[in-house]
């Protein structure tokens, strides 16, 4: 078959193909059809899964673990099932899979359960690119304990210098975390390079944590091939609701980590003398967890796995490729990150020369334009681009060539309204 029928064929799959399946995307915004780009932020959600979490909740809305009557077997089996379903998504076994709140309470629950292993003159490595989740708990552990953190540099381009990693991992390094995707850049990091690096040339414990909240709606992830000791990543990234989060730990690691909060259902027994806790992975879920939330995770990952990640990935690309290009026939506009699309994902950040990225975001906003203007929680990133803020669209599944074709033209009539 000819690539460009090839691309015609995943083009007609997807876009305009699952819009039916997002009803959000079918209302208006300041009486415009909505044009939804900031996907990175925060994903739209299809029928299925809002349809699940009601279900739970007219159906067989029952406390988990705890009930001995049908109902809230119902709901445990639901839930654990959830995990069952969450483990097999990324390769990894359902005990490895804890439930938090999102991304940030993932890192923040690796970096507190870590800080005693940490000793003087170790250190800790990043990168530049760090969303502000991943870099402020390892920043603050590094404080308390009086080690350095190191940042790996990014290329004029926008990548990852890999030249520099070799020089900021040694043998002092105990733990390297790093974003898969960077969700400013859209750069897609070599992290299984960076965990076999770390591995050989860390510290003999140092543990790789990936920040996969950017890729995981975007690419197949397996953690063992990945290599990774750690993965974290957002429900509401991937199709399903806010408030769950999923930390992927090695069971060993995660055996060997204390818990991360104390209270009910994290336990095994309780006297006035003392506690001891819980199997893997109750050990690390204290109180009652997001029991909705989770159930409508496992339908978000259902729903990705019915469509197939590679056919995703594969339309994903074009429509970045699309993207790319369309944005940089527009005069006065910078691109921050790589400009082809090799190696990149649908986050796009861009400045329009004169015009400020939250003017940008309004005059989008009144066509029904959604982006994101800001620093986007990349601080940082922002003072190594040398810039206060970027625009940044993000593209989904569901968006369209359309949807560029109306950005691009909503973006040229903004330079009209400032260079008049
Ligand atoms: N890391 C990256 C790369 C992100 O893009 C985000 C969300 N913007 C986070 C971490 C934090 O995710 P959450 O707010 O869901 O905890």
Redesign the pocket.
């Known amino acids: 078959m000819l690539a460009a029928q090839q691309q015609e064929q995943h083009i007609g799959l997807l876009g305009e193909a699952v819009k039916k399946d997002f009803p959000l995307l079918h209302t208006l915004m300041n009486n415009k059809p909505i044009v939804y780009l900031d996907s ?2 925060t994903s739209q959600k299809p029928r299925q899964v809002l349809d699940a979490i009601q279900r739970y909740y007219e159906e067989y809305n029952a406390n988990v673990h705890r009930g001995i009557y049908a109902l809230s077997e119902k709901a445990t089996t639901a839930y654990e099932h959830a995990r069952f379903i969450i483990a097999r998504f990324i390769n990894a076994m359902p005990e490895e899979i804890i439930f938090t ?7 923040n629950l690796i970096a507190y359960t870590n800080v005693k292993q940490l000793r003087q003159g170790q250190n800790i490595v990043l990168t530049q690119m ?2 502000h ?2 870099l402020v708990p390892w920043q603050q552990l590094a404080k308390e304990k009086g080690i350095g953190v190191r940042f790996i540099r990014i290329t004029p381009e926008g990548r990852l210098d890999m030249d520099h990693a070799h020089q900021c991992i040694d043998h002092n390094t105990k733990i390297v975390s790093i ?1 898969h ?3 400013v850049l859209g750069a897609v990091n070599p992290v299984k390079e960076i965990a076999i690096l770390a591995h050989e040339r860390g510290a003999q414990d140092c543990i790789v944590v990936v ?1 996969a ?2 890729s995981i709606a975007h690419t197949p992830i397996n953690v063992k091939e990945l290599g990774c000791d750690f993965l ?1 990543f ?1 429900s ?2 991937m199709f399903g609701p ?1 408030g769950v ?1 999923i930390l992927y730990g090695r069971k060993e690691l995660l055996d060997q980590m204390p818990p991360f909060q104390y209270g009910g259902d994290m336990i095994r027994e309780v006297r006035f003398e003392g506690t001891t806790f819980a199997e893997l992975p109750h050990k690390f879920e204290a109180g009652t967890p997001n029991i909705a939330g989770v159930i409508g995770l496992a339908k978000a990952v259902e729903y990705i796995k019915s469509i197939g990640m590679e056919k995703i990935q594969a339309y994903e690309h074009e429509l970045t490729t699309y993207a790319l290009a369309r944005l940089q026939e527009i005069d006065g506009l910078t691109i921050y990150g790589p400009k082809t699309s090799e190696q990149r994902s649908g986050v796009i950040s861009f400045s329009v020369h004169g015009l400020h990225p939250h003017d940008m975001a309004q005059l989008l906003d009144r066509e029904g334009i959604c982006v994101r203007g800001g620093h ?2 990349c601080m940082p990133l922002m003072s190594v681009l040398q810039v206060s803020g970027t625009t940044r669209i993000s593209l989904s599944l569901y968006n369209t060539k359309e949807d560029i074709d109306k950005l691009v033209t909503a973006i040229e009539a903004a330079k009209q309204v400032f260079y008049r």
């Open positions: 990175a932020a709140r999102g991304t940030t309470e993932s890192l760090e969303h989740s991943n974003t995707i960077s969700n920040d909240a950017q974290a957002s509401h990234k806010t989060g986007h929680c």
